[in-house]
């Protein structure tokens, strides 16, 4: 539970019985590899903090075809924040990529420190706030970048998980083939030797 405390002082001071409410309302639980977290046609019913691990959200289209949307590793959130926040079935999957540990909230529980600890709703409205801004970059970059340029920003912006995330997951990611993705590191390593 320290984790998710340190977390929030990062932003703004909690006193102690602010730390007592908080760690009351999260749960701790144990994910083994490849297990799901939310499943596409079911209400995400928790907000997710990773104390540690990897997570990936994604979809998967009507050819079955996989599509990563979203990684979440150690003192990161991952939720599907429109099912959380409208308690409509979702369209995504979260899945564990190795043994993690995380902190979940339920939603009744996150708006009842809402209103007793008036920080957290500032600190929440920083986090989403981060991740739409996360969100409008990755949309753009998909529409004016090429490959090459999405994978360099990927290894900016997740630099801690290039080599913990397997490469077809990164390739899904940046919406390529596994072999170009492995084209585009033999280029970039050729450019770095010469």
């Given at each position: ?37 939310l499943q596409e046609g079911f209400v995400c019913k928790h907000y997710f903090f990773v104390v540690e691990g990897c997570f990936k959200m ?67 409205k920083v986090i989403i706030e981060n991740k739409f801004v996360e969100l409008q970059n990755r949309v753009l970059q998909n529409i004016s ?50």
């Open positions: 539970m320290q984790a998710i405390i340190n977390y929030f002082q990062k932003f703004l001071p909690v006193s102690l019985e602010e730390k007592e409410l908080i760690t009351s309302k999260f749960s701790l639980l144990n994910i083994k590899r490849k297990q799901m977290i994604y979809a998967i289209d009507e050819k079955g075809n996989q599509h990563n949307l979203q990684f979440a590793a150690e003192n990161d959130w991952i939720a599907d924040i429109g099912s959380f926040h409208s308690q409509k079935p979702s369209k995504l999957f979260i899945e564990a990529i190795e043994p993690s540990v995380i902190l979940q909230i339920e939603q009744q529980d996150l708006y009842f420190l809402y209103q007793n600890i008036t920080k957290l709703n500032i600190i929440f970048s090429t490959a090459q340029q999405r994978y360099l920003i990927f290894l900016e912006q997740y630099p801690h998980l290039a080599q913990r995330i397997p490469n077809t997951q990164i390739a899904s990611y940046l919406g390529i083939t596994p072999e170009f993705l492995s084209k585009i590191r033999k280029d970039l390593s050729l450019k770095s030797i010469s």
